[in-house]
């Protein structure tokens, strides 16, 4: 019985082990955990080399040359292990240059030569092979100890930047290694290298650049991310707290004042600041759709047709009404060349113009706004170029970069009076990103700004036809005989929509739950709308209307008033059979185009 196949065999199985386990798992992918899946490659080959050798006279009887192959292959696995792993040691030793490992490979590659042609001899007992001697092994052994002294010389030299558990394999593959050799020098059949690699390898399996640790830094670093997350959210609602505050204080001061107040003016006078103060609590709760949206990429860009001269007249006579009764020039040119119709999503595109204007508008005391639109076109593409220059207060060199930056607001003090949430620009930038354009701005401190967006969009083959122009008056209607059913559950929106209808001559019923809706309608109770809110208690006010519907009688229009305001849902009530939607706060003259349509 050869003793040195007993050695192979168990070496082949738990290599066999490892292989499985290192090969199966995800591996960091570096030059040493490479040369250690070569390593434990060659271990494989090698060690099935020497079982396959043992056996091979029985195994392929009258076929020696194969005895001779495998002999072969096992000097080479020899050769190859021991260069795999000095260049293991070059590489945690920190020599890894291209340079190095190019000699490695020549002095492989021609050790590899020597191996394959050099005289080999075999000594066997009962037709087993027992050992291999000749000018073949002894190359092998040559090589092998350059090998070695190369990497005693390479441990010296880098004590200190290899790591300490590093070294545990190195020094086990020297005092076994030596065993080994003494060994082999009395009993030459005896030949357990081979397993003293395998040896080696394994425990290199616990020293190299771990899968698991790797998982666990990949998961330190998930966690740092969530982390970083979770305080950018923390900072996001302390500052949106704060941000609400303000017109929340105004709101509620001025409400306060007025219980006390008699003088009609005065009252007057605070009801409207109260409205300006609401109108800039909807553009915060706006902008935190938008910025929540656009961070969960949720945002999208919608392409239709559109009349750019149109939309971007609608942008200047808008901001132009937001001058209120300020010394400043408001000048807008829309170039006259600009296609009929482009296809693009003119809401961002109008509110990215409206962001820029209103600033330019906020920031001037006096001077001029000037808004200009402006065309090149290329092909079936139309690049337009959106620029809003004012000469109010401007912004201070140091500033121009964080300008994008949400909840950045300069000159505090002196702004004190101008409202804003810091959001505007930075949802602009992020919509000009969002639709492939650019923006850039330049400011002199104390003389005014210039804002410049340029964005591509198609343009559209249709042509404008000569339109009569659509009239945007409202026809008043008379709405005396008519009757209002409003189901809310919040009983301030009751008071509320009860008084608007009021003020424009709409007699109405309330009702707080979808239940007290059908009973009324169930008792025969007639009206000529429903304004239904959505998000109620029980039943919800979608519910509601599916149980309306299910009577087949039942045809009154209803109109879904709901604080669910974020984008699409007017597509979605719609969709669920509603006949249209207002969002909440109402506006007064959202509810006079709905009331126009359903009570004419
Ligand atoms: P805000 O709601 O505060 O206006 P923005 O994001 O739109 O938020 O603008 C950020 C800050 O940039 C403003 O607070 C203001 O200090 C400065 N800024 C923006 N536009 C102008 C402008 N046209 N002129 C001067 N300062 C401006």
Known sequence: MNYSIVFSLSSFFYISLIATIYFTKRRVRNSENKIYSLLIISNLIGLLSEVLTAYSNKLFPGM????????????IYFLTWIMLFTYYVCIISGRTSKKVRNKMLIIYFV?????????????????MALYSYGLCVKTLYGITFACIMNIMLMLLTNMKTIKKKKFVPILIYFIFGSFAALLQMYIPSLIITSSIESFVTMLMYHTIENPDIHILEELNLERDRADKANNAKTDFLSSMSHEIRTPLNAIN??????????NIDTIKDEARDIMAAS???LEIVNGILDISKIE??????????????????????LAKSRLGNKPVQFYSSIADDLPDYLNGDYTRIKQVALNLLTNAVKYTKKGQVIFSVRSVKRDNVCR???????????????????LFNKFERFD?????????????LAITKKLVDLMHGRIIADSIYGQGSIFIVVIDQLISDRKKEKVKEETTEVKKVNYDIQKVLVVDDNKVNLKVASKLLDSLGVKCDLVDSGEECINKINEGYLYNLILMDD????LSGTETFKILKQNPDFNIPVVALTANAIEGMREHYIKEGFNDYISKPIDKKELERVLNIYLS
């Open 64 to 75: 020696p040359f194969i005895q001779t192959i495998l002999l072969r292959i096992i000097n």
């Open 279 to 281: 109108q800039n609590l």
């Open 535 to 538: 998000m109620m208690p029980k």
């Open 296 to 317: 969960a990429d949720k945002l999208e860009i919608v392409n239709v047709e559109y009349d750019p001269k149109k939309v971007f007249n609608d942008v200047a006579m």
């Open 384 to 402: 337009l170029i959106i620029e809003v220059k004012d000469t109010g207060i401007g912004i201070k060199k140091e500033n121009i970069n964080k």
């Open 111 to 127: 050790f590899f030569l020597a191996l394959l042609i050099l005289p080999l001899k075999v000594k066997t007992s009962n037709g």
């Open 412 to 424: 505090k003090e002196e702004n004190i009076t101008i409202e804003g949430t810091g959001l505007g």
């Open 253 to 262: 001061g001025f409400s306060q004042l007025i219980l006390e107040e008699n």
